[in-house]
């Protein structure tokens, strides 16, 4: 049975990643990978576009299914060894936060709607997974779940 996952990372980096057909979470850290299986959801938040930047996204940025094999490290250089897995990821569209906060059962109050994504990632149910997927055009991809 397929989980459904958040993954929160700057707009600059889920991009790359979207790119290369990677998810990377925690900041390379290997526990968060390991915790995805083959068939799960993954959305990525971003709250920021850059690390460094103050520039605001507050929106869903990235969506897709985590590809069958193994937790495996990548080189970055520099000394970098993040752990990933391959994900597909689907064409979407960007969903801001602000209108589904209403809608998401693990926004538990909407006005600290900031505080579950300061977790880095988390399972979330479902039902929140598809109101997202529905909000980025791609509910159709994930509908033989229900």
């Known amino acids: 049975m397929a989980r459904y996952w ?3 990372a700057v707009r600059a980096h889920v991009k ?3 790119a290369g057909g990677f998810c990377q979470l925690g900041h390379g850290k290997a526990a ?3 915790r995805l299986a083959p068939g799960d959801g993954l959305v990525y938040y971003a709250p920021r576009e850059t690390l460094d930047g103050k520039d605001p996204v507050q929106a869903f940025v990235a969506i897709g299914r985590v590809k069958s094999g193994d937790v495996y490290r990548a080189d970055q250089g520099g000394g970098f ?3 990933r897995r391959d994900v597909t990821y689907l064409q979407a569209r960007e969903a ?3 209108p589904l906060l209403d809608h998401l059962s693990f926004i538990g109050d909407p006005s600290h ?3 579950p994504f300061r977790r880095g990632s988390f399972e979330i149910p ?3 997974f598809l109101v ?3 909000a980025m055009g791609v509910a159709d991809s994930f509908a033989e779940e229900r």
């Open 16 to 18: 790359r990643g979207e």
């Open 6 to 8: 958040i993954g929160v």
């Open 96 to 98: 801001p936060i602000r």
């Open 81 to 83: 060894h993040p752990h």
């Open 113 to 115: 709607w900031g505080m």
């Open 132 to 134: 997202i997927a529905k």
């Open 126 to 128: 479902q039902a929140d």
């Open 32 to 34: 968060p990978v390991a």
